[in-house]
């Protein structure tokens, strides 16, 4: 039985994504490893926990001696790495968490990979003929774009906050060790993910949160900017294409085709409030501008041709519906928020 190592898997998506990888039963024995910071709870895996192909470690990815023993222990054939600080406000007030997990993390897994796997450059050791590497990254790695045009797998890399900075170094390192070493690696760059077990900091929760609490909703400057939404499900099985198909060394990008506004956001949310759960006036009328974030990128769109071409990928859930499922979730686990 192939053992799966999964880094921040108790975390939104790769809790989500362990769930999905369990549930297609193919046999596979899951290792979860997690620092459990604040983006990472137990309480995502419980519907996982007691199953026999599943594992859980305490731990750090930059923890080189961890690495060893449990690369040794557990023979890990393939890493799903969803692993990283993610949070472009903390990375603007404490930027050095993010270059010790996304970069230095990421650095002792792709090292950790070398010594277990490779024989020799380009060679690997028999037991890992079929080993991968599938390093989960973002679009915000490509900057900021326009009122129109598409991030691509051929978009320039130009990063403008320091989580973005530690991403895109991150993606250059797994790119280097495939060209230089040959290790199997292939990279995902997603949009905006949303759906179930999603930290309460983020903008979805947080509206969900402040609604229901009375409070102001708050939106950074006019609430114009856009991103590209993508269901939480429709990534995991995404990412998983890309592993079992996807051509070794290269990029593909996953994205939804749903860009909204924050303060479209905001508007369908309470939309959504004001008939499950109605107030004695909407909470539209709780929406408040408060002040731009330091470097607020405008626009992210995800140009998704290459999976879907390649692999044949495609987003199952729209906006209308994955926003309701959503908000449902929250509502039922209102401890999350």
């Known amino acids: 039985m192939n053992t799966v190592l999964v880094t921040g898997g108790a975390g939104f998506i790769g809790a989500n994504y362990v769930e999905y990888l369990l549930d297609l039963k193919q046999g596979y024995r ?15 895996l419980e519907r996982v926990w007691d199953n026999p192909n599943f594992t859980f470690v305490e731990g750090d990815i930059a923890d080189e001696d961890l690495l060893v023993t449990l690369f040794e222990k557990y023979v890990i054939t393939d890493v799903i790495h969803f692993a990283a600080e993610s949070h472009v406000d903390n990375s603007i007030t404490g930027p050095e968490a993010f270059i010790q997990t996304n970069i230095i993390g990421t650095f002792r897994l792709l090292e950790q990979c070398r010594a277990s796997w490779l024989e020799n450059y380009n060679e690997l050791k028999e037991k890992y003929k079929s080993a991968r590497f599938l390093h989960v990254s973002t679009d915000e790695v490509y900057g900021t774009l326009g009122a129109k045009g598409l991030f691509t797998e051929k978009t320039a890399y130009a990063p403008n906050s320091p989580y973005s900075a530690s991403k895109a170094s991150s993606d250059f390192l797994v790119r280097s060790y495939f060209h230089t070493y040959g290790l199997p690696v292939v990279t995902t760059n997603c949009s905006n993910n949303y759906g179930p077990y999603q930290h309460k900091e983020k903008l979805i ?4 949160r402040k609604a229901l609490a009375g409070e102001s909703i ?34 593909y990008n996953i994205g939804g085709k ?38 607020h990128d405008f626009r992210y769109a995800i140009d998704a041709t290459k999976i879907s071409e ?10 209308a519906s994955g926003i309701v499922k959503t908000v449902d979730w929250y509502l039922n686990n209102r401890d999350r928020l």
């Open 310 to 319: 390649e692999l044949g990928w495609k987003a199952n859930e729209n906006f």
């Open 258 to 295: 749903n860009e909204k506004t924050n303060l479209e956001i905001a508007n369908l949310i309470c939309d959504i409030l004001d008939e499950k759960i109605p107030a004695k006036e909407s909470y539209k009328k709780q929406i408040s501008f408060v002040e731009d974030r330091l470097g």
């Open 205 to 208: 929760p947080t509206i969900i």
């Open 218 to 251: 708050p939106i950074y400057g006019t609430g114009k900017n856009v991103r590209d939404w993508l269901y939480v499900t429709d990534h995991c099985h995404g990412i998983y294409m890309v592993w079992k198909k996807g051509r070794l060394g290269e990029t």
């Open 30 to 44: 899951i290792l979860v490893l997690d620092k459990l910071t604040y983006a990472g709870s137990l309480k995502n």
